[in-house]
Every structure is written in structure tokens, then in C-alpha cells.
């Protein structure tokens, strides 16, 4: 499952603070690599985030964003973007990354070591925060709520893209490996929270059965990948996605 967990701790003020692993992108940083080339092939989910939040300049912060793979394309038009990331190994490929950015373009693009729920960004400073596939997956996700509702300025919004679970085949690969993952429950619990929900439906497309078979690997336990891969006979998956907005209000609420 993508998985790029934010739910630990990093080092602060001197101490030693545990962050909780990802079980993909920290280990296999390269097939994961990979993997993002293939996501979204059809530009389903860049489509849709567009349609909640133009980001066009704004400022943005990426919540959990792992090697930097999404900050280039942020970067493009917003004002600034600010990669957050936990895990030390991932932050440097991310400032890498925007190393090879335009100058004008790295400028605005930065990369900071932190949890989501101890956001390094002031209050009120960002119009988007943006999380996919990462920290928040529902219940127990509250502090990271919390600290994105501090940084957000009224009006802006709080964007979670998170994988379907309901969605076959790959919705079903997902609650093989975690039979204990309620989607209902999920769906309950941000509902509560006060976001709206859409489903998006795209593909991942991967260059040769090689490299779907090795992110397959990654994803998923051994007995789950064995079967993913017999029921992908082809370059293509489709798979869905759960797009989660909510706005931070611009008065008071009454």
C-alpha cells in the first residue's frame, strides 16, 4: 500500500525523536521513484486538486512529500511551495531535486525536515496544504489536523488524496494485505471532520512489466504482490483515489 508515513517524530531541540518508517519509499527510494512516474498517467488527480484550489500564486505546502517528486510541479505557478518531510534520507533527495529546478522556479521551492503535526510554518501562512498518500489516513490523524488548520489563512484549503479502498482491483489488493482497514470507518470519520469527499478514478501506466511487477513488490505483502501481478497482465492498472477537501472559514462561525 503507498504509504509514506508522517505519524511519527524528528529530531527537535536536541533530542532524539522516532519518526515511524514508511514501509516503501524510505527502503526502496528508486523503485518508488518509479511508482510516482507511473501514478496518474491520465492527470486525473492534478485535474481535480486543480478544480478545489488553483494554486496559481499561492503559497503551498506539501505535507509529507517524501523524495520532492510533487514539488516541481507546484512550483511551476505557485508563489512558493514548501516540501515538508520527516524523514532526514528523503528531505535531502527532495532539496536534490529542487536543486535542478529554473531559478525561478527554485526560488520559491524549499524542503524542511518536520512532522505533520509539528508544521515549521507560521500561523496563517499557506493557502493550500497538500497531503497524498501520506499521514492522513483517519482516525489518529487529529494533530495533523489541527496544525494544518493553524497554518491555512481563512479561505484556504486542506487537500488529502488518499487511495480507495473500495476501488478494484487495486482497492481489494489493499484489504487483503490490511483486513482490518474499515473504509467505512474512514469515510465516517473525515465526514465528522468536516471535509467533502469525491472519488477520481485514474491509471498507472508503467513502461515494462518489470517495473510494475517491482512496485507491486513494494506495495504489497509477498503473497498479495504474487497475485497483483497475475491479475495485471498488462503495463496499465487502474486505480482510485478518495480526493478530501475542507476550507478554512473566512469569518466566524456563528
Avoid at 487537500?159 to 482497492?171: K, N, S, V
Avoid at 469527499?197 to 513502461?207: A, K, Q
Wanted: net charge neutral; charged share 25%; proline share 8%.
Amino acid at each position: 500500500m503507498i504509504r509514506r508515513s508522517v505519524t511519527g517524530r524528528v529530531r527537535e531541540a536536541g533530542d532524539m525523536e522516532r519518526v515511524r518508517p514508511s514501509p516503501n519509499i524510505w527502503h526502496w527510494p528508486e523503485i518508488y521513484e518509479i511508482e510516482n512516474r507511473a501514478q496518474d498517467s491520465t492527470g486525473a488527480l492534478w485535474r481535480a486538486l486543480r478544480e478545489h484550489c488553483d494554486w496559481a500564486g499561492l503559497d503551498v505546502v506539501d505535507v509529507g512529500c517524501g523524495d520532492g517528486f510533487h514539488l516541481p510541479l507546484f512550483a511551476v505557478t505557485a508563489r512558493t511551495v514548501v516540501g515538508v518531510e520527516p524523514h532526514p534520507p528523503l528531505a535531502r533527495r527532495a532539496r536534490r531535486r529542487i536543486e535542478s529546478l529554473p531559478r525561478y522556479e527554485k526560488a520559491a521551492a524549499e524542503v524542511r525536515v518536520a512532522p505533520a503535526q509539528r508544521l515549521p510554518l507560521a500561523d496563517a501562512s499557506v493557502d493550500l496544504v497538500h497531503a497524498r498518500t501520506a499521514y492522513f489516513f483517519g482516525p489518529g490523524c487529529e494533530p495533523g489536523l489541527a496544525e494544518a488548520e493553524r497554518v491555512l489563512r481563512p479561505g484556504g484549503t486542506l487537500a488529502i488524496i488518499d487511495l480507495d479502498a473500495t476501488c478494484p482491483p487495486y482497492g481489494g489488493w489493499m484489504r487483503a494485505d490490511m483486513p482490518h482497514y474499515d473504509p467505512d470507518t474512514v469515510e465516517t470519520f473525515f465526514e465528522r471532520h468536516g471535509f467533502h469527499s469525491t472519488s477520481v478514478d485514474t491509471l498507472w501506466r508503467f513502461h515494462d512489466r518489470a517495473s510494475l511487477e517491482a512496485v507491486l513488490g513494494i506495495e504489497f505483502s509477498a503473497e498479495v504482490a504474487r497475485r497483483a501481478v497475475a491479475e495485471s497482465p498488462g503495463l496499465t492498472l487502474p486505480v482510485g483515489y478518495r480526493l478530501r477537501v475542507r476550507t478554512r472559514p473566512t469569518g466566524l462561525l456563528l
